[in-house]
């Protein structure tokens, strides 16, 4: 069945392999990609793809943790549509640092995009599935939020606060039939992790259980699964998807 769908930072990466993951489950759908970067190029490529699958698709630029931006989105995204079925807050920063050299506007900056964005996106989104009584919420945490990782004290903790919140907000919101979960992926090859050194890769792979990195293709499984009736009965959970490396 089709469905509306917005996929923050859905132009690259993960996001990018979610919303072709959902175009290709959902025939059909409308997908609203977000994206914070200059990358017309690139964005043009990807709405490409999904149009080739049988789904619409635009993309926007905006900073999830603009709470105005997204009302604005939301709103539009409803006068085009009528409705919004799946929210996927995807878009994630990383400004690493040991914690007794890290700035405090790393700390906040990542705070504000990956938490608050988060949160204030998701209660818009709301708004609109609760009076509906149907609707997903799906948020892309990460394995740090609970293994911890040295250098990542204000992504960590923005992670883990968004286990906290997927719990809440499933709690608040199930009465209505609108579910919230999330997937915490572990080590994933992306633009994010492309940056780290040859040296770093290979002691991340050596604690991952399974012995591969994972690709942006098993997160956007396990969102499409947390967005299909067959994951109806699921509220409040996270999926890792991290070959294990929750449990190392
Ligand atoms: P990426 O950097 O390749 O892509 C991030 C996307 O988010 C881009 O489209 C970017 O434009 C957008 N974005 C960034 N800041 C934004 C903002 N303020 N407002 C709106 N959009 C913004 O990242 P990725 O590796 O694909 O990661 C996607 C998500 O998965 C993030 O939340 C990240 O924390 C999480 N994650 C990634 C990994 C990994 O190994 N790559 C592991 C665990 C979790």
Redesign the pocket.
């Known amino acids: 069945m089709s469905k509306t769908i917005l996929v923050?930072?859905?132009?690259?990466?993960?996001?990018?392999a979610v919303a072709l993951k959902l175009a290709g489950t959902f025939p059909g759908s409308r997908l609203f990609l977000?994206?914070?970067?200059p990358r017309v190029e690139a964005v043009d490529g990807v709405l490409e793809e999904i149009r080739a699958l049988g789904a619409d698709a635009e993309a926007s630029r905006?900073?999830?943790?603009d709470s105005a931006a997204g009302e604005a989105a939301i709103k539009d995204i409803l006068d085009k549509t009528g409705r919004l079925d799946i929210l996927v807050n995807?878009?994630?920063?990383?400004r690493d640092g040991l914690s007794l050299r890290m700035t405090e506007e790393d700390f906040r900056a990542v705070l504000d995009?990956?938490l608050w964005?988060v949160f204030s996106l998701s209660r818009l989104a709301a708004r609109h599935m609760l009076k509906e009584r149907r609707g997903r919420i799906i948020n892309?945490?990460?394995?740090?939020a609970f293994t911890g990782n040295p250098g990542q004290a204000n992504?960590a903790a923005s992670?883990a606060g968004i286990i906290g919140l997927t719990k809440t907000m499933a709690l608040e919101f199930a009465p209505r039939g609108v579910t919230v979960n999330a997937v915490?992926?572990?080590?994933?090859?992306?633009?994010?992790?492309g940056k780290l050194n040859d040296g770093l890769r290979e002691r991340f792979l050596a604690k991952i259980p399974l012995g591969r990195f994972?690709s942006?293709a098993d997160?956007a499984r396990a969102v499409a699964f947390l967005a299909s009736d067959e994951a109806s009965y699921l509220t409040g959970v996270t999926i890792h998807v991290n070959g294990g490396l929750h449990l190392a």
């Not at 923050?8 to 990018?16: A, C, D, E, L």
């Not at 977000?34 to 970067?37: D, E, L, P, V, Y």
């Not at 892309?140 to 740090?144: A, E, G, K, L, P």
């Open positions: 923050t930072g859905g132009t690259r990466g993960i996001g990018k977000t994206h914070a970067g905006w900073a999830v943790q995807n878009a994630g920063i990383t995009v990956n964005g892309v945490s990460s394995v740090v992504y992670k915490a992926p572990g080590f994933v090859e992306t633009d994010m992790t994972g942006p997160v």
